[in-house]
């Protein structure tokens, strides 16, 4: 008995461990984990560091960060899971032109924000001095690269140097926050965010070019286009989703009173960790279908042992709402855990939408991509003007999770599809 037992727990083992989707996700996965241990104690830190006007101008000014960074890589940090899959040798050129391109647009978009929008936002009054417009303009251009290096590294299966990268890079800016709150108490967090990306991207990106890229797998990618206009749609579908995703401490920071949207942000954040695990293993999804592995099993390998994962991570993290945020104050925990449950339930609906859009990216459906992604922005952001004057932080909560009950239901038939045959037939 014990040892048909063992046998089985062995092949389990191993067939669990041949699963293509399994062996490019996981050190993601552990990224993702290792991520989540050093975000809550960076936020915890700053929490109780600096005082809650500061936390709320700097979560709102490295969203503001982030939403810029989106806006300029061109969609190419996803993109990337497509394209050097399917361009073998020239995978190098690849992804050095996309450093080129994502640079240039960066310096476009951020002279229009700087010019155009920034003196209608409350940041304006954070960004009051060339010193720190010049850190903010180096942590976009920066955060591009860092993205784009990650992207690269997961695209060639090399997935495995992106975990130790983003612990040096969690440590580092950990360690950065008790000097910065003397030296610059209003600006020091967004300070700490970015000055180890400065230090590790020229490191990372520099091995990153050196080393030839690995040789492709027998097997045949799905059909699909893979031109300008092509990624140029993919692009709408993106600024869709970063509209939301990114800018919802800002939409906060607009739309709450100061402490309101301090808590918000916290609690945010604290949700967005479990949607990046969803966004790396729809990345794995995406990477080994370009690769040629058959698309049907990689979904019902996503169904069956991802989201199973993602459920039990949001519950327990849900169970655990009032003693999370308690460890970056006992004012985040009082007011904050009703909307931090509620973005945790939304975080399971928004990881079938993710697994869905990675999917239909692979087989170059970018119409379904755009479609999705404009039915869950728009969405959430006419729920949050209706819902947050009524209801508060926790309205806010609620237009994000209606928006992507709505975006799962739309999703969910792709993903229980059995067969790849259908999009090849349309392609």
């Known amino acids: ?146 993205a784009l290096q990650d992207a690269a590294l997961i695209a060639l299966r090399r997935g495995g140097v992106v975990p130790i990268e983003n612990t040096v890079y969690g440590a580092a800016k950990l360690l950065l926050l008790l000097p910065f709150v003397a030296v610059m108490p209003a600006f020091g967090i967004f300070a700490a965010w970015v000055l180890p990306m400065v230090l590790l991207v020229p490191l990372v990106s520099g091995l990153l070019v050196l080393r030839q890229p690995p040789a492709a797998p027998r097997g045949d990618p799905p059909p699909g286009r893979d031109g300008v206009g092509s990624l140029a749609l993919d692009y709408v579908g993106y600024l869709f989703n970063v509209s939301t995703t990114m800018a919802f401490p800002v939409v906060a920071l607009e739309l709450l009173p100061p402490l309101e949207a301090a808590v918000f942000s916290v609690a945010w954040l604290t949700s967005f960790t479990i949607d990046l695990l969803a966004f790396h293993v729809g990345t794995a999804l995406t990477v080994e279908a370009s690769y040629g592995h058959d698309s049907g099993a990689l979904r019902r390998s996503v169904l069956l042992r991802a989201l199973p994962l993602v459920v039990a991570v949001a519950g327990a993290a849900a169970l655990a709402a009032p003693l999370i945020l308690d460890l970056y104050g006992s004012v985040y925990g009082e007011q904050g855990a009703a909307a931090l449950r509620i973005l945790l339930c939304a975080t399971v609906a928004r990881s079938l939408v993710t697994f869905a859009v990675a999917d239909a990216r692979a087989h170059r459906r970018i119409g379904y991509v755009v479609a999705v992604r404009a039915l869950c922005s728009t969405t959430a952001l006419v729920l949050a003007v209706v819902l947050t004057p009524r209801l508060g932080l926790e309205g806010l909560a609620l237009a994000w999770l209606g928006a992507q009950v709505l975006g799962a239901v739309v999703a969910l038939p792709r993903l229980l599809r059995r067969s790849s045959s259908p999009e090849v037939a349309r392609a």
């Open 1 to 146: 008995m014990t040892t048909s037992l063992g046998a089985s727990v062995t092949a389990t083992a191993r067939r669990v461990a041949s699963d293509p989707l399994v062996r490019t996700a996981s050190p993601l996965v552990l990224n993702t984990g290792a991520n989540a241990l050093l975000g809550v104690a960076f936020w915890m830190v700053a929490a109780r560091q600096f005082d809650a006007s500061a936390v709320a101008t700097n979560t709102a000014l490295i969203a503001a960060m982030a939403t810029l960074s989106g806006i300029s890589q061109l969609n190419l940090n996803q993109g990337l899971a497509v394209l050097v899959p399917r361009s073998g040798e020239r995978a190098r050129t690849v992804i050095l032109r996309s450093y080129g391109a994502v640079s240039a647009f960066g310096l476009v978009v951020l002279g229009v924000f700087l010019g155009l929008v920034l003196p209608h936002l409350e940041l304006s009054s954070v960004l009051d001095s060339p010193e720190r417009l010049a850190w903010f303009v180096v942590g976009v251009l920066t955060l591009n690269l860092f």
